[in-house]
């Protein structure tokens, strides 16, 4: 079973940048899928971006697309989201997710098995 744990989050104004991170542990050899997902209370969770450990391939959804970056460091078995220029609609509890997956990465959540526990990013004036 894999642990994932995201830090990172906090209080930023419009405008400002972020980086969030996904350390991972427990994990077996392989390549994985890991994703970044944000949820709303009362909205349905979207899955924002994801990079796949070992192809290096990325996903980015239309509502992050130029503005956020993800990377992994292999070495530190951690996933990094780079948020540049927030907007108060960023607003969320952010989580990673990760999954065995030999090639590309998706943002669908039902093809992941492990999540960390949260961390929240307010953008606000």
């Known amino acids: 079973q894999v642990q994932l744990v995201e830090s990172g989050g906090g209080l930023v104004q419009p405008g400002d940048s972020l980086r969030l991170s996904c350390a991972a542990s427990g994990y077996t050899s392989g390549a994985y899928a890991v994703a970044w997902f944000r949820q709303v209370p009362g909205k349905e969770r979207e899955g924002i971006s994801c990079i796949n450990t070992k192809d290096g391939w990325t996903f980015y959804a239309d509502s992050v697309k130029g503005r956020f970056t993800i990377t992994r460091d292999n070495a530190k078995s951690t996933v990094y989201l780079q948020m540049n220029n927030l907007e108060p609609e960023d607003t969320a509890v952010y989580y990673c997710?990760?999954?065995?997956?030999?090639?590309?990465?998706?943002?669908?959540?039902?093809?992941?098995?492990?999540w960390g526990q949260g961390t929240q990013v307010t953008v606000s004036s």
């Open positions: 997710a990760a999954a065995r997956k030999d090639y590309y990465c998706s943002n669908w959540d039902a093809l992941y098995d492990n």
